[in-house]
């Protein structure tokens, strides 16, 4: 960063050229941006650490985001505590899977935009404009995930409009759908998404919705390597955030590890999770 004469930073760092972070960012300091560095032709998905299995789910009046604790690096474990589930802003969150110190650079970045962005315009986007805002940044990486360092976020956040919660999904290209109901993203996100399918109601509770993905994540666990279920040993249990009206909540850790406990309990007896009923 360069001062003036007076030792002051430049009048153009003062006068935002937009309400967008990004735009000020390419402007001033364009070597910070994911998508203007280069690895060179090599490979380094294999040598990197990557998060796997994230999970969102609606219920009346709000969203649950529920994230796995594992991050793996090739067939080594790498981490076994890894926060893949963050706010990206009062109402809203964002969670990955994919090349993990990429991911979290990613929401850091998402953060401070839509932080930008509320201060100079005094309000904030909107839910549509916030998952637009995320899939220009994820099309920013494009270059790192053609080097094998893709980044895959979830995002969820509550809608005014609709008094409810939303969900949207991203390919590494920046493409944005927005899914119904529940979503689950990583490597053992075909798992999740079966015991979603089974056990998701559209009357659940704030409280059965993040049993509900605890138990998505617990049966991705059984399936997928790559994927960490609650360490029971080491009390290591997953991250859950929950927005409704009232604004995003990370769930205490000693209220999942009730829920959790309560789960593994019932999971002794059967250990393929509960049956979903034919009606």
Same mark, same amino acid.
């Given at each position: 960063?360069?001062?003036?004469?007076?030792?002051?930073?430049?009048?153009?760092?003062?006068? $935002? &050229?937009?309400?967008?972070?990004?735009?000020?960012?390419?402007?001033?300091?364009?070597?910070?941006?994911?998508?203007?560095?280069?690895?060179? /032709?090599?490979?380094?998905?294999?040598?990197?650490?990557?998060?796997?299995?994230?999970?969102?789910?609606?219920?009346?009046g709000g969203v649950v985001m529920a994230g796995d604790r594992r991050a793996t690096?090739?067939?080594?474990?790498? #981490?076994?505590?890894?926060?893949? !589930?963050?706010?990206?802003?009062?109402?809203?969150?964002?969670?990955?899977? *994919?090349?993990?110190?990429?991911?979290?650079?990613?929401?850091?970045?998402? #953060?401070?935009?839509?932080?930008?962005?509320?201060?100079?315009? &005094?309000?904030?986007?909107?839910?549509? &404009?916030? /998952?637009?805002?995320?899939?220009?940044?994820?099309?920013?990486?494009?270059?790192?995930?053609?080097?094998?360092?893709?980044v895959v976020p979830l995002f969820a956040g509550y809608d005014e409009e609709i008094?409810?919660?939303?969900?949207?999904?991203?390919? $590494?290209?920046?493409? +944005?759908?927005?899914?119904?109901?529940?979503? /689950?993203?990583?490597?053992?996100?075909?798992?999740?998404?079966?015991?979603?399918?089974?056990?998701? +109601?559209?009357?659940?509770?704030?409280?059965?919705?993040?049993? !509900?993905?605890? #138990?998505?994540?617990?049966?991705?666990?059984?399936?997928?390597?790559?994927? *960490?279920g609650p360490d029971m040993l080491r009390r290591i249990f997953p991250v859950v955030? !929950?927005?409704?009206?009232?604004?995003? #909540?990370?769930?205490?850790?000693?209220?999942?590890?009730?829920?959790?406990?309560?789960?593994?309990?019932? +999971?002794?007896?059967?250990?393929?999770?509960?049956?979903?009923?034919?009606?």
């Amino acid at each position: 960063m360069t001062f003036d004469a007076s030792g002051r930073l430049p009048e153009a760092f003062l006068t $935002p &050229g937009g309400s967008s972070f990004m735009d000020f960012l390419a402007g001033h300091a364009p070597d910070l941006l994911p998508g203007r560095r280069s690895l060179g /032709s090599a490979d380094f998905s294999a040598d990197v650490p990557h998060g796997t299995t994230i999970v969102a789910a609606t219920f009346p009046g709000g969203v649950v985001m529920a994230g796995d604790r594992r991050a793996t690096m090739g067939n080594i474990i790498a #981490q076994r505590d890894i926060e893949k !589930v963050f706010p990206a802003d009062e109402y809203s969150a964002v969670a990955f899977a *994919g090349s993990a110190g990429f991911g979290i650079e990613m929401v850091r970045l998402f #953060q401070v935009e839509l932080e930008h962005y509320e201060k100079l315009e &005094g309000t904030t986007l909107s839910l549509d &404009g916030k /998952s637009n805002r995320l899939s220009a940044l994820i099309r920013g990486n494009l270059a790192m995930a053609m080097q094998g360092l893709a980044v895959v976020p979830l995002f969820a956040g509550y809608d005014e409009e609709i008094k409810g919660g939303r969900i949207f999904s991203y390919d $590494p290209t920046g493409g +944005r759908y927005e899914e119904t109901h529940f979503h /689950s993203v990583g490597s053992g996100s075909l798992f999740a998404r079966g015991a979603l399918k089974k056990l998701y +109601r559209e009357d659940l509770s704030a409280t059965d919705c993040v049993t !509900v993905v605890i #138990q998505s994540l617990i049966d991705a666990a059984d399936d997928d390597s790559a994927t *960490g279920g609650p360490d029971m040993l080491r009390r290591i249990f997953p991250v859950v955030g !929950v927005v409704t009206a009232d604004g995003y #909540q990370r769930l205490p850790e000693d209220e999942v590890a009730a829920i959790v406990d309560s789960v593994w309990a019932e +999971r002794h007896n059967r250990p393929d999770g509960p049956a979903s009923t034919l009606t």
